[in-house]
């Protein structure tokens, strides 16, 4: 006959894994501000290297007006040392074959696209990812904003991009999240000096 060992494995047990979450939680709120600063530095960085000539980048808030900018996560105005407006960082998004493709579009003075950087890629592997290739999103750049992109050549667009072989919805997503950057622009071009 076995032994009864009552409750004390069970309280063994409970007990443990109240240590294992308190040091969870402990772990967490100790490396928040590191994380949070981190996120700031790197969301930094990537406006730099969109406009590595600007002194500064505002932030312009367009929560307000998700209507009529779909897809537009966040706005900044880019300034020289004289603080005058060089350009738009615009971080937009458009769904592609596995999710949201998020990317940062720099839109100079001219209205032209002079950068662009895909921030998160979970597309497919092989097909999909190569959205990333600098021979795709060099298509784009020095193009006007006032000119629609598409990838379909049924489609309206002004200027025909050709599309990733197999990977025809990724490059939608792309095309399409740099026409709501264009059409963002073009509006906040009017409001901010």
């Known amino acids: 006959m076995q032994k009864d060992k009552g409750f004390m494995p069970a309280i ?3 007990i443990i894994c109240l240590v294992t979450a308190i040091l969870l939680v402990l772990t967490n709120q100790l490396t928040y501000q590191t994380r949070i600063r981190l996120e700031i530095e790197a969301a930094e960085a990537n406006r730099n290297s969109m406009f590595p000539e ?3 980048f505002e932030a312009i808030d367009v929560s307000a007006r998700a209507e009529e900018f779909p897809g537009i996560d966040a706005v900044y105005a880019a300034r020289d040392t004289s ?3 060089i350009g738009f960082v615009i971080e937009s998004r458009h769904r592609g074959y596995a999710g949201d493709l998020p990317l940062m579009v720099a839109i100079n003075k001219e209205a032209e696209i002079s950068n662009l950087k895909i921030l998160a890629n979970e597309e497919t592997p092989g097909l999909g990812k190569k959205v990333e290739n600098k021979s795709f999103y060099e298509q784009f750049l020095g193009e006007s904003i006032s000119k629609e992109f598409t ?7 002004e200027v025909l991009i050709d599309a990733v072989a197999g990977a025809t919805i990724s490059s939608r ?3 399409e999240s740099i026409n709501q950057a264009g059409a963002a622009a073009t509006k906040l071009a009017a ?3």
């Open 12 to 14: 063994i047990l409970t």
């Open 54 to 56: 600007a002194a500064s």
């Open 83 to 85: 603080n005058a407006l």
């Open 151 to 157: 990838v379909n050549p049924a489609d309206s667009g």
């Open 173 to 175: 997503a792309l095309t």
């Open 191 to 193: 409001e901010v000096k």
